[in-house]
């Protein structure tokens, strides 16, 4: 095969490997404490891997998982395990702090993080809603093994399907989907939820009427949902709107029967007679009818009056507090900044306090108005699948300063006490189930705990006076329930104040009397925000009558709602009257208590979405029922080990090496791909995985020979460092090197010359890092230490052949005159250690870089047993970020610093670690000449990134979705200091030192998609005018004053 054959063959591989990448191809999920003891129960279809002593909570996934799997499937087409032989594994992460679940095909797998959601959960329990959810999508997946399908299974192995995920439905199909089925199998699901299509509402009222491909990769100017919401309208409108149950099945079958591209738009022609982009638009128009005649139904909508100012990129407020003195404390995010806590007086004076982190509760005041309390889930320090979620708070006195109440375990949404002794907060335990523990709000310890009963979940508490109130989630929906002490079981005694329904209830607080109008001899009530009407209003409610009240109306709903003084403040997407003010995002508005549309009204009055009982009525038809649901068997619970063979999941009839591909390194083509084969391995805890190949090639010393090579590589993460190793043999003949003066006349010529010997060449790679993560607060925070050692059996010599070619009988004779140095010939090694730690701001989403932070690198590198040859070298590497002129635009500025350490012998070499040239001057050997005689050598670099030209295109769309272009000019500075040794003519210029400079600039196109890869991609181009003073009197190649090149990069 040729070497341009082979290149290609490397980018297919590459492709095919990117398209998988979808589900989490040749990606771990992360590393659970070694310390974990783990155990695995089988049921018909599924294997449960779970930690030890958490048998009931992997006993509940079992059973809900078989219960959905024939449901998933009457409108899929698909069975989960009907294409593969062996079980389902399904792995449980109790020990992770954010709940998520994921589908997996290389090697297959379900991967699931069970802590309750605990800030936006949806109307059904969480192990049902996953069980439904990652269920279609382990019923998607089955396509991709399936007709034509099971050659390339055959061929490629497991990685085969989800090549065929990411060239086919791809993430908004298969997130869609899975919602719709959430929703029409359950009375719940994100289907049925206000917020879920909030943002659309005001967006198609303003006629905002984005193609499916907009809404899809979204926009660095323009605020866009994710991708679960445009998926679900597609699929769900096409269903409901087109009558067309059927529809992913349909779309799997026209995959698998015919294949090729525009599968998606050729099955929603079908189904509406309509092309694609006319077909998504009438999907939208239908949802604005139907929301429209909602709103008609729910008229007249209360006064308000915006109260922080205008923003031009999208912003959002939520979490709001009131302090004591005339502030309103809220959390502020958007498009272009990232979390930050700030304050806002009546004027919409604002003022920011601190960074925040992203993923915390609402805001809660102390009852003394001085303290801000929140839950935050916090990573652990080394383990990625571990952590706590802390109560922390200010004081408003010094509020750039955060305090834990709590470092371990994990609380949940902080609720003081009024007598501001404990705060109760929800508390979930690793094995399932949840509890409110009172928390002592001096120093965080447990003083008492109340657990829920075993069909219900608590999610917020509250208090009024020393009485405990909590919302509470079951299978039938969400409920409010007074905590009046314990049952003999020990469990929580519960008051039902309001029976569970199929809404959202949230942000459950104490409402004073004067708020609703009632005598001030009244008790204090609760208040809470719930979506019954089909959008987010604020109710109130009695706890000793329980009277409900609706205190707002509005035509978008509201959030983080707060009562100060006479007026009641709270975050919309717009003004029921102004809903072009959605383009702000997620602004602070206010409404005077006297202003409230107060009604009292039935909990049990809940609105139906039309669109998701229309799915639910096809599920139906098709047969759907939960009264049949089959029993569920169960083998005995065994170990699990986590030292096991490597489970081999995908393979290919060539050699790959991964990593290289993905830098599209090139240059040593049978490094990246050649004939073969190649198998990949992982363990299904993610804590190992590899490959191990065969390749052949042609020698790269020996036209017309070939060479068989062998491959290995492991990466392991299980324990606390990690520890990667590789392996390579026989791509080469072994050398032995030595260095070289040679003179002819007056010509001189220094090199390192290597001989074929025949020992086939072997290079061998450990490395050994701890990746620590002291991350908090919204400040991203690491330190990692590490060791890498590379051995190879090149050998080198120390001593310096000082030749001399000379004319004898006509023909030219190299005569060794001299040497210098020991004649020592030993194998080559590098050592290096390194330190790097750094602290940065978390980055908003159209920002190019953080707009602030720091990092800095210390480092060694030596060669063993070559000491004198290759001079050891420390370096220093620092690099920082700064706001630009704009919250977007950012500045780069990187220094390095590299010198020798102690003595360099005659003939030595400063062998540097990290580069000292600029970046304009490409494909010249000038490293190899700073190498060779530069004492030491600075770098500077500066970029500045200025997106512009947010044009969100799609007219090539679904081959490429073009959002806009960046433009980073570039500044390169390096300073090298050089010694001359006149006697090897090392630096004959006698050049002391050395300025080079590179300015210039990339232009990139930024995409949100390539070629079917749902994934960010820039290409562009780069110019660099290049300036020097007198390294020309160096022997350079390729030395050019301007450099143009190419840049193409893919974010997988």
Not at 7 to 25: E, W
Not at 48 to 72: C, H, M, T, W
Not at 528 to 545: A, H, I, K, P
Request: charged residues 20%.
């Amino acid at each position: 095969m040729t070497k341009t054959g082979i290149k290609i063959l490397a980018v297919g591989i590459f492709l095919t490997m990117a398209c998988g990448k979808i589900n989490a191809q040749f990606s771990l999920t992360g590393n659970d404490p070694a310390s974990l003891k783990w155990r695995q129960i089988e049921t018909e279809n599924f294997k449960l891997i779970f930690p030890k002593g958490e048998d009931s909570l992997a006993r509940v996934y079992g059973i809900e998982l078989e219960q959905a799997r024939i449901r998933n499937a009457r409108s899929s087409g698909y069975l989960i395990g009907q294409s593969y032989k062996s079980k389902m594994p399904v792995v449980l992460h109790s020990r992770y702090v954010l709940p998520n679940a994921s589908v997996t095909w290389a090697p297959k797998r379900m991967d699931i993080f069970t802590v309750n959601d605990p800030y936006e959960p949806t109307s059904m329990p969480w192990v049902r809603h996953l069980a439904i959810h990652e269920g279609r999508h382990a019923a998607q997946m089955q396509f991709g093994a399936s007709g034509g399908g099971k050659v390339l299974h055959w061929i490629l192995g497991e990685m085969a399907a989800g090549a065929f995920a990411g060239i086919y439905p791809g993430p908004a199909f298969l997130e869609g989907d899975a919602v719709v089925a959430e929703t029409a199998l359950s009375r719940s699901g994100r289907g049925r939820q206000a917020d879920f299509l909030e943002y659309m509402r005001p967006a198609f009222d303003c006629g905002d009427w984005r193609d499916y491909y907009k809404w899809y990769y979204g926009s660095n100017k323009r605020y866009t949902p994710d991708y679960y919401r445009v998926g679900y309208m597609l699929i769900a409108g096409t269903r409901v709107f087109f009558d067309d149950s059927l529809f992913t099945q349909e779309y799997f079958d026209r995959v698998v029967r015919k294949g090729w591209f525009f599968n998606l738009q050729k099955t929603v022609k079908s189904a509406s007679g309509k092309s694609f982009k006319e077909s998504f638009r009438t999907i939208e128009e239908n949802f604005q009818q139907l929301w429209n005649a909602e709103a008609s139904l729910r008229e007249p909508f209360m006064p308000s009056k915006q109260v922080s100012k205008a923003s031009r990129m999208h912003t959002e407020y939520k979490g709001a507090v009131a302090g004591d003195d005339l502030g309103i404390y809220s959390l502020k995010s958007g498009i272009s900044k990232p979390n930050s806590l700030v304050r806002l007086d009546p004027t919409g004076k604002e003022k920011r306090l601190r960074s925040f982190a992203s993923y915390t509760s609402d805001l809660f005041l102390d009852s003394e108005g001085q303290r801000i309390f929140w839950s935050e889930s916090v990573a652990g320090r080394r383990w990625t699948l571990s952590g706590s979620s802390r109560i922390r708070y200010v004081d408003l006195s010094k509020p750039g300063r955060v305090h834990n109440l709590t470092k371990n375990g994990r609380y949940f949404n902080p609720a003081p006490a009024t007598d501001g002794k404990v705060i109760a907060a929800t508390e979930y335990p690793y094995a399932g189930g949840s509890r409110i523990v009172l928390l002592d709000s001096g120093n965080g310890s447990v003083k008492e705990s109340f657990t829920a009963p075993d069909s219900l979940q608590f999610t917020e508490s509250a208090w009024i006076g020393n009485r405990l109130f909590a919302a509470g989630l079951s299978e039938n929906g969400m409920g409010v329930y007074e905590v009046v002490g314990k049952e003999a079981d020990g469990k929580a005694a519960l008051r039902q104040l309001l029976g569970p329904q199929p809404v959202t209830l949230s942000h459950l607080r104490t409402e004073l009397a004067e708020v609703s109008k009632r005598p001030a001899s009244e008790n204090a009530q609760l208040s809470f925000l719930c979506d019954r009407t089909g959008v987010t209003e604020l109710y109130s409610l009695d706890v000793e009558n329980r009277t409900l009240r609706q205190l707002t109306s509005t035509r978008y709903g509201i959030s983080s709602p707060v009562f100060k003084a006479d007026t009641l403040y709270y975050s919309s997407l717009a003004a029921s009257d102004r809903p072009q003010d959605y383009k702000q995002g997620r602004m602070m508005y206010a409404t005077a208590v006297r202003d409230l549309s107060i009604s009292e009204v039935s909990f049990e009055d809940i609105h139906k979405y039309p669109v998701a009982e229309g799915l639910t009525a096809q599920e139906t038809t098709l047969g759907d029922t939960v009264t049949m649901a089959p029993e569920v068997h169960f083998s005995q619970t065994r170990r699990y080990s986590k030292i096991r063979f490597p489970h081999i999941h995908s393979w290919a009839p060539v050699y790959f090496n991964y990593d290289n591909i993905e830098s599209f390194s090139f240059d040593d083509y049978y490094k990246s791909a050649s004939l073969g084969a190649t198998a990949i391995f992982q363990n299904l805890l993610s804590t190992g995985y590899g490959m191990i190949g065969y390749g052949a090639h042609e020698d790269p010393y020996k036209e017309g020979s070939w060479r068989h090579s062998g491959h290995f590589k492991y990466y392991y993460t299980g324990l606390y460092p990690v520890f990667e190793i590789s392996a390579d043999i026989n791509d080469r003949a072994a050398l032995d090197i030595q260095k070289r003066q040679v003179t002819k006349g007056k010509m001189y010529n220094l090199y390192n010359r290597g001989r074929q010997t025949e020992r086939p060449y072997f290079e061998g790679n450990v490395k050994v890092y701890i990746p620590f993560n002291f991350s908090s607060g919204g400040i991203n925070r690491g330190l990692i230490p590490q060791i890498k050692y590379k051995f190879t059996n090149d050998k080198y010599n120390d001593q310096i052949l000082l030749q001399h070619i000379v004319n004898k009988d006509g023909k030219d004779v190299t005569e060794t005159l001299s040497t210098i140095g020991e004649d020592h010939l030993s194998t080559l090694q590098t050592l290096d250690f390194s330190l790097r730690g750094y602290v940065m701001r978390q980055k908003a989403q159209s920002q190019v870089f953080p707009s602030l932070g720091f990092g800095a690198e210390l480092g060694l590198h030596l060669r063993p047993g070559h000491i004198n040859a290759y001079a050891p070298t420390a370096y220093l590497y620092t690099y920082g970020y700064l706001p630009g002129f704009t919250s977007r635009q950012g500045l780069r500025l990187t220094a390095s610093l590299e010198a020798w350490i102690g003595p360099l012998e005659d003939g030595g070499m400063m062998e540097g670690a990290l580069t000292a040239v600029p970046r304009g001057f490409v494909d010249t050997n000038l490293r190899s000449i700073i190498n060779s005689c530069s004492e030491s050598r600075w770098r500077v670099t500066a970029d500045y990134a200025i997106p512009f030209a947010d044009v969100d295109w799609s007219f090539l769309s679904p081959v490429a979705y073009i959002k806009n272009f960046n433009l980073t000019p570039f500044f390169d500075w390096s300073y090298q200091t050089f010694y001359w040794d006149y006697k090897l003519h090392y630096n004959p210029g006698a050049v002391t030192a050395e300025n080079l400079f590179s300015v210039g600039a990339d232009l990139t196109v930024n995409l949100g998609n390539f070629f079917w890869l749902p994934y960010d991609t820039q290409i562009g181009i780069r110019y660099a005018r290049n300036f020097w003073h007198y390294i020309d009197r160096f022997p350079i190649t390729n030395l050019n004053k301007n450099y143009i090149g190419w840049i193409f990069s893919v974010n997988l």
